[in-house]
């Protein structure tokens, strides 16, 4: 079992001083042991010398160890953005399947760090540059893959195009159509861009702010939303706006793909080791599955 969770910038000092304290009170012991019994002894006689020397070896000791324990607890701070069906804001706090995966895992690594949702951006970018964070669920690309280091995979996704239903001169059978198209709107720092500008798209806004992509094709200001299929018809339905925006009929998706979960490149291995294996138990001991379950979803279609 993984050890606690403590934060060394609180209670380090604390181990230091106490330490400190316990070194003079073991020499004032010391000391006074010599002094009252000893009178006519050299302070420095060998005797003490040996007992002065065992004291600072088991302080050290005990240092050595309290500092190990420090460097072992896994304090990795879990940020994600809001995406249904995987993480869910919700009155009561936070649900969905990757927050109650994550929950899982942190519960089996010793993690008591509280998930912190922010917009995709900030979150991707604190991840990035920071050491000490995770970043989930989010794709591994080729354009990704070495700036950060890996668990999983723990989900599929796939993403398609989505227009403005009242677009019906918008016919949309393949990539060349999409290319021909005056917009076609996509988050920063997504898989979405990458793909698309690797695949030689001309004609894309970059969107910025949170949620504003969905709200520029809802208002007809742009043609085309590549997003994650699932997740964008369970948004829709739940909005009552299944009719008003709908996926274009392309018969595969654009990308096809695996979700993970992202650690800042500079995160130990024996970190990330410790997390692929209680995914992985996670997998094994059919928790995982009673968690889809929970969201309507099997390991069957979750992983296709």
Same mark, same amino acid.
């Given at each position: 079992?993984?050890?606690?969770?403590?934060?060394?910038?609180?209670? $380090?000092?604390?181990?230091?001083? /106490?330490?400190?304290?316990?070194?003079?009170?073991?020499?004032?012991?010391?000391?006074?042991?010599?002094?009252?019994?000893?009178?006519?002894?050299? $302070?420095?006689?060998? $005797?003490?010398?040996?007992?002065?020397?065992?004291?600072?070896?088991?302080?050290?000791?005990?240092?050595?160890?309290?500092?190990?324990?420090?460097?072992?607890?896994?304090?990795?701070?879990?940020?994600?953005?809001? #995406?249904?069906?995987?993480?869910?804001?919700?009155?009561?706090?936070?649900?969905?399947?990757?927050?109650?995966?994550?929950?899982?895992?942190? @519960?089996?690594?010793? /993690?008591?760090?509280?998930?912190?949702?922010?917009? #995709?951006?900030?979150?991707?970018?604190?991840?990035?540059?920071?050491?000490?964070?995770?970043? $989930?669920?989010?794709?591994?690309?080729?354009?990704?893959?070495?700036?950060?280091? #890996?668990?999983?995979? %723990?989900?599929?996704?796939?993403? @398609?195009?989505?227009?403005?239903?009242?677009?019906?001169?918008?016919?949309?059978?393949?990539?060349?159509?999409?290319?021909? %198209?005056?917009?076609?709107?996509?988050?920063?720092?997504?898989?979405?861009?990458?793909?698309?500008?690797?695949?030689?798209?001309?004609?894309?806004?970059? /969107?910025?702010?949170?949620?504003?992509? !969905?709200?520029?094709?809802?208002? /007809?200001? %742009?043609?085309?939303?590549?997003?994650?299929?699932?997740? !964008?018809?369970?948004?829709?339905?739940?909005?009552?706006?299944?009719?008003?925006?709908?996926? %274009?009929?392309?018969?595969?998706?654009?990308?096809?793909?695996?979700?993970?979960?992202? !650690?800042?490149?500079?995160?130990?291995?024996?970190?990330?080791?410790? #997390?692929?294996?209680?995914?992985?138990?996670?997998?094994?001991?059919?928790?995982?599955?009673?968690?889809?379950?929970?969201?309507?979803?099997?390991?069957?279609?979750?992983?296709?």
């Amino acid at each position: 079992m993984s050890p606690p969770i403590i934060k060394t910038d609180i209670y $380090f000092p604390f181990m230091i001083m /106490n330490i400190s304290i316990l070194t003079i009170q073991n020499l004032k012991f010391h000391y006074n042991e010599n002094y009252y019994h000893n009178k006519n002894k050299n $302070f420095y006689d060998f $005797f003490y010398i040996i007992k002065f020397l065992g004291v600072i070896v088991k302080n050290i000791i005990f240092l050595f160890t309290c500092f190990l324990f420090v460097l072992n607890a896994d304090e990795i701070q879990p940020l994600t953005e809001s #995406w249904e069906p995987y993480q869910i804001e919700t009155k009561d706090g936070l649900e969905g399947i990757g927050i109650d995966l994550i929950k899982e895992i942190q @519960k089996r690594v010793g /993690n008591k760090k509280e998930i912190k949702v922010f917009p #995709w951006k900030r979150s991707y970018n604190i991840t990035l540059n920071k050491k000490g964070y995770a970043l $989930f669920l989010t794709t591994k690309s080729k354009h990704r893959e070495n700036f950060f280091k #890996w668990v999983g995979p %723990v989900n599929s996704m796939k993403i @398609k195009f989505f227009k403005n239903a009242s677009r019906k001169d918008l016919s949309i059978n393949s990539i060349e159509d999409a290319k021909k %198209v005056s917009s076609i709107i996509v988050a920063e720092n997504t898989i979405s861009e990458e793909t698309l500008r690797e695949l030689g798209f001309k004609n894309l806004e970059i /969107n910025t702010i949170s949620n504003g992509s !969905f709200y520029k094709l809802l208002e /007809n200001k %742009v043609d085309l939303y590549p997003v994650e299929y699932d997740s !964008f018809i369970y948004k829709l339905k739940k909005m009552k706006l299944e009719d008003k925006i709908i996926p %274009v009929k392309m018969k595969e998706p654009i990308i096809k793909s695996q979700l993970y979960i992202a !650690f800042n490149k500079k995160t130990d291995d024996k970190i990330i080791k410790k #997390w692929q294996k209680a995914l992985d138990d996670i997998k094994n001991d059919g928790t995982y599955k009673r968690i889809l379950e929970r969201y309507g979803k099997s390991e069957e279609t979750s992983f296709k």
